[in-house]
């Protein structure tokens, strides 16, 4: 079983820079991929960043790519999503999730298949 907690949200201007922070407990999270989902009011939930178990390998939503940047430190059993240049449309809320390591675009992308998940926290982003 894995716990997650968000941190880092809050309001900022466009162009500037936010990092969140994702704290897991859990013996296994070393053993999971962990993902970046995000929510605005009135839409779905969307896929922005994963990682895999070693952070050896990266993958971003096309929306996001270039300005978000997904890292995990196994040793404090923390994710982190770096993000820069932000934009209104980034506004939402962020929930980090942890799920199995499947290799598949198609698999990971899909927040059905994360098995464990944050309570969210707010990234507001003024214009």
């Known amino acids: 079983q894995v716990q997650l907690v968000e941190s880092g949200g809050g309001l900022v201007q466009a162009g500037d820079s936010l990092r969140l922070s994702c704290a897991a407990s859990?013996?296994?999270?070393?053993?999971?991929?962990l993902g970046w989902f995000r929510q605005a009011p009135g839409k779905e939930r969307e896929f922005v960043a994963r990682?895999?178990?070693?952070?050896?390998?990266?993958y971003y939503a096309d929306s996001v790519k270039g300005r978000f940047t997904i890292s995990r430190d196994n040793a404090k059993n923390t994710i982190y999503l770096q993000m820069n240049s932000l934009r209104p449309e980034d506004t939402a809320v962020y929930y980090c999730?942890?799920?199995?390591?499947?290799?598949?675009?198609?698999?990971?992308?899909?927040?059905?298949?994360?098995?464990?998940w944050g309570q969210g926290t707010q990234v507001t982003v003024s214009s």
């Open positions: 999730a942890a799920g199995p390591p499947s290799p598949s675009v198609g698999f990971f992308v899909a927040s059905r298949n994360y098995d464990y």
């Open positions: 859990g013996r296994t999270f070393s053993t999971y991929a």
């Open positions: 990682i895999t178990p070693s952070g050896g390998s990266t």
